[in-house]
């Protein structure tokens, strides 16, 4: 049987690209991590992943194994949330930035209720330093939002790209200005696109700004402008703008960053079914 262990230390290497910052991750030494990849190999009579000073990467056997790996963890995970924790009680505070509601927000909820009737949820939803801020203030137990690929506040869930969408997007990604639809400030995707658009000495002006996703996404749909989202989380009816016409973006990181003080048990559970949700939505 394979060691959970050593699948997920695999996993962190694959989604982050590098066995140091894994390591970070996890909170183990580096040697540790490789030890656990090496093992896992050894196991499966394969190489994984190939490495250089610069870069880790995936073999063609490493790729076979990650979505399959990926549901090992969640289905641990499942089985130990259910006999560990089907009796919790409680109320949780849960800010979540978003670009999340309108996906992955109502299946982790859908989840999350299911296995735990008894939890009551009051539900924020804002931009992240938003959230941060009123984490701070002891007014949210649980954060679920973004960060710059870098920053190190917070469990790492998962590492995405961000894309130009638009309604029309080979007519609009060569718009001069460039319209853009954002997210009013403070925003951590407002900021890379403009920074992005600065660097290429591309002209811009704000067609749109709303701080709600909802109103962004009528806009983009509308025709107005060219709007900024990580690639999973592309609202319908939008398509990416062409790669000639624009540069192309940093990725943004999605985190979990728990309160201290905050409920430990119903933190990790409602933490596990992020997780759990998050690796089971498809890679557009």
């Known amino acids: 049987m394979l060691d959970l262990t050593h699948v997920r230390s695999f996993l962190m290497v694959s989604d982050v690209g590098s066995f140091s910052l894994a390591a970070r991750r996890l909170g183990l030494n580096q ?36 979505p399959d790996a990926r549901l090992m963890l969640a289905l641990a995970s499942k089985v130990d949330q259910h006999f560990s924790a089907a009796n919790l009680r409680g109320h949780l505070r849960l800010g979540v930035s978003e670009d999340l509601v309108g996906r992955q927000l109502p299946l982790i909820l859908d989840a999350f209720a299911c296995a735990h009737p008894s939890v009551d949820l009051a539900l924020t939803v804002a931009l992240s ?7 701070d203030a002891g007014e949210i137990d649980l954060v679920f939002a973004k960060r710059r690929v870098g920053e190190t506040r917070g469990r790492f869930v998962c590492r995405e790209p961000l894309v130009w969408l638009a309604r029309d997007p080979e007519r609009l990604g ?34 749109c700004t709303c701080e709600s996703l909802s109103g962004l996404t009528a ?62 939505m498809p890679v557009v």
């Open 219 to 280: 806009a983009a749909r509308a025709g107005m402008g060219v709007f900024v989202q990580p690639r999973r989380l592309a609202p319908s009816g939008l398509r990416e703008v062409p790669p000639d016409l624009l540069p192309p973006l940093d990725d943004v990181e999605f985190i979990l960053v728990a309160r201290k003080g905050a409920d430990q048990a119903l933190v990790r559970a409602l933490s596990d079914e992020v997780m759990r949700t998050m690796a089971g």
């Open 31 to 66: 040697s540790t991590i490789s030890q656990h990849v090496r093992r896992l190999e050894d196991r499966l009579g394969r190489r994984l992943l190939v490495r250089d000073t610069h870069h880790v990467a995936l073999t063609a056997d490493g790729e076979a194994l990650l």
């Open 174 to 207: 060569q718009a001069r200005p460039l319209p853009l639809i954002a997210f009013s400030p403070p925003s951590i995707t407002r900021a890379i696109a403009l920074e992005t658009l600065e660097r290429a000495g591309i002209p811009w002006r704000l067609s």
């Open 129 to 135: 330093a938003p959230l941060f801020a009123m984490q």
